[in-house]
């Protein structure tokens, strides 16, 4: 982000060409891309846990399994170059709210974000929300709730999202939360880019409902700039805690999957305002 706000300040929406071509639009010729360090990432297939294979074997396999996780490791960034909106031409862009993320995610994650979560002394309950909200955490009251009418894949990105509101300190970093929207604003563009970049690192794809999300609530790049070397640690700082905690038994607690039937009405999507203390993603 730093590197495309450095190279085109104005960039709204970027992308690569492959994504560009795929909504069905091409790079104006000419135009230059914007250099950017993606994450070089590794998966080992010798470095299962153990007791993934244990699991296994002595239970039948759940959606949420699809594969045991494994370890996937940063070994660098390379160069890759991506293009604004504003360089491409073709078919009007699809909406650009954020969408639910649909389908299963690795069981694995939300079992250690779950973990992670009661660890940091916080209860975890899966609950009815209001319409369109995905979740909250109440600092008060130790308590993180996940809505339960989420697919897994978006319920685990949703607590990430409030994990990353925990480990980033927010209650205490941003007390005027809940009245002003700049620090409302700070708060969800670090929880939001936290839980996008420990979700992708573990195999999701979270960008259809975190880069909208995160443009949302960023109103300029400077609120961008501002906390990325937060969201940088603290999301390193997951994924070791994650991968401390993928080493040991599997527990109990609540699941990622839904508690209500598949075909409840889904929450409306709408971008959030300053309210509730943390509440997220409404
Ligand atoms: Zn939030």
């Not at 078919?91 to 995610?105: E, N, T, Y």
């Not at 880019?193 to 999701?204: D, F, N, P, Q, R």
């Amino acid at each position: 982000m730093l590197l495309i706000a450095a190279q085109r300040p104005d960039a709204t929406r970027v992308a690569g060409i492959r994504t560009w071509n795929g909504l069905n639009r091409h790079v104006v010729k000419g135009e230059h891309g914007i250099a950017i360090l993606a994450p070089c990432v590794y998966r080992s297939r010798d470095e299962v846990p153990p007791e993934a294979d244990v699991r296994e074997a002595v239970a039948p396999a759940r959606p949420g399994d699809e594969e045991p996780l494994r370890r996937r490791e940063l070994q660098g960034f390379r160069v890759v170059h991506v293009f604004d909106v504003t360089q491409t031409d073709g078919a009007p862009l699809p909406s650009v709210q954020p969408q639910l993320l649909a389908g299963q995610a690795p069981r694995e994650v939300w079992d250690g974000l779950a973990t992670l979560t009661t660890s940091a002394g916080y209860r975890l309950e899966r609950r009815t929300c209001p319409t369109g909200v995905n979740g909250w955490t109440a600092p008060e009251d130790r308590l993180v709730v996940v809505a339960e009418d989420l697919e897994p894949a978006q319920a685990t990105k949703t607590l990430a999202h409030e994990l990353g509101h925990i480990r980033a300190n927010h209650a205490r970093r941003f007390p005027d939360y809940g009245i002003d929207r700049t620090c409302r604003g700070a708060a969800e563009v670090e929880a939001e880019s936290i839980a996008y970049i420990v979700t992708s690192h573990l195999g999701m794809n979270p960008a259809a409902y975190s880069v909208p999300y995160i443009a949302g609530w960023a109103e300029d790049l400077d609120v961008l700039r501002h906390h990325m070397s937060t969201v940088v640690t603290v999301a390193q700082e997951l994924l070791e805690g994650l991968d401390h905690v993928s080493e040991r038994a599997p527990r109990s607690g609540p699941s990622p999957e839904r508690t209500v039937p598949v075909n409840a009405p889904t929450p409306a999507q709408h971008m959030p305002a300053p309210g509730a203390l943390l509440q997220q993603e409404k």
